[in-house]
């Protein structure tokens, strides 16, 4: 069975891997009366869970809810492992259609490239994502609670890294979970953060935000929990975060008329952030760039002719 840690009182941490780099992913099981999984990226972490529990001498009829930060695939891969106990799907409205949908919805909306549709059905993520019933899911818009009896989740939609994430809240134990906004440093194989439905001002609303919740500890899915204080966690998240539009910016104006992958790769030789990560084949890196040049569009900095599918300056 996985290493399961205690951050905070009734709040466990447990780490998988997932993609062909074999990043780290964390799950997190918070225990009240009633149980609630946060992200599960495989079905190996399921089991894992599963096992957890009946070890803490809880029934598996105990897990209620499984709770996403967003859609992307290797935050619910794992579902399947929950098949037998049926537990709620609670995601913001505007990711239900990528759990009935499944690949076609990710391909289409979130990681749209449609040269690499063949490659990327073939990948070992995919195989493993399964459509799911709505019978199964709930939906919130704007903000919604789930209680657990001890302890009470406080979930609102953000809609930075994607348009269905949100940032989820454990009152009592003040543990703030944050899924992959935090997602970009140099250190990380999956340095994507925005896919093509997110919103790069949403995501730096949500990283200036944090520094004023009161909350002991943060919880990311591809890094380690930050307890408190924080403040110099959420300064370089933000650092990187205006650095990497402006990075953009000036390769753009140095190279001309660029194409997004270019741009991607002269972002990578310039600061030393790979783009390379389990979404690779998906065209997630160009995504990325792309959120920030449509960003400086609406700005009036950019502009992109369709003929020739380049970015330039105006």
């Not at 399921?46 to 096992?51: A, E, L, P, T």
């Not at 399947?80 to 759990?99: N, R």
């Not at 657990?148 to 953000?158: A, C, K, P, R």
């Amino acid at each position: 069975m996985g290493n399961f840690v205690e951050w905070a009182p009734g709040v466990f941490r447990i780490v998988g891997k997932t993609g062909k780099q074999e990043e780290e992913f964390a799950s997190y099981l918070v225990m009240g009366e009633k149980i609630a999984i946060i992200d599960l990226p495989s079905r190996s972490v399921g089991k894992d869970i599963i096992s957890f529990v009946k070890k803490e001498g809880r029934d598996t009829s105990d897990i209620k809810y499984l709770v996403l930060t967003h859609t992307h695939p290797d935050h619910w891969a794992g579902v399947s492992a929950l098949s037998k106990i049926k537990p709620m799907i609670v995601i913001h409205e505007s990711g239900k259609k990528a759990l009935t949908e499944g690949q076609k919805y990710i391909l289409d909306e979130q990681f749209p490239n449609p040269s690499k549709f063949s490659l990327a059905m073939k990948s070992s993520l995919f195989s493993k994502i399964s459509k799911v019933k709505e019978e199964h899911i709930t939906c919130f818009s704007g903000s919604e609670s789930i209680d657990l009896g001890s302890e009470e989740l406080i979930l609102q939609s953000t809609g930075g890294h994607s348009k269905d994430s949100i940032l989820i809240q454990a009152y009592s134990a003040k543990c703030t979970f944050i899924g992959d906004e935090a997602n970009i440093a140099p250190e990380q194989p999956a340095s994507f953060f925005i896919d093509g439905t997110g919103s790069s001002q949403k995501r730096l609303k949500l990283l200036e935000m944090l520094s004023n919740l009161t909350t002991e500890v943060i919880c990311p899915s591809h890094q380690s929990p930050v307890p408190h204080p924080f403040d110099l966690y959420i300064h370089n998240l933000i650092f990187e975060h205006k650095h990497t539009k402006d990075t953009i910016y000036d390769v753009l104006v140095s190279k001309g008329e660029a194409k997004i992958q270019y741009i991607a790769e002269e972002y990578m030789n310039t600061i030393g952030i790979s783009w390379e990560s389990p979404f690779s084949e998906l065209g997630v890196g160009s995504t990325t760039a792309n959120a920030f040049l449509k960003e400086m569009e609406v700005e009036g900095r950019t502009e992109y002719e369709s003929h020739s599918k380049r970015w330039k300056i105006v």
